[in-house]
């Protein structure tokens, strides 16, 4: 079971720098500001979105681990 908990918590943190690397891609290839600002929402957006979605997996990784 902790292989599973681990690996769930690596997902998470996989998203997140997913996310980030969203966000400095967008920093570094959009150079008007208007635009580069539009894309660093996306890019937080996307970084919020995987870190909720890897911190309900681990939860449930949890949830199965004390099940289980």
């Known amino acids: 079971m902790r292989k599973i ?3 769930l918590l690596g997902f998470n943190g ?3 720098l997913a996310g ?15 635009a580069a600002q ?12 995987g870190t909720t979605v890897g911190t309900g997996l681990g939860l449930l990784g949890v949830a199965m ?3 289980g």
């Open 14 to 16: 996989a998203m997140f």
């Open 20 to 34: 980030l690397a969203l966000f400095a891609f967008a920093l570094v290839s959009y150079h008007p500001w208007a």
């Open 65 to 67: 681990a004390t099940l």
């Open 38 to 49: 539009a894309a660093t929402t996306t890019a937080a957006a996307a970084t919020s979105s």
């Open 5 to 7: 908990i681990y690996g």
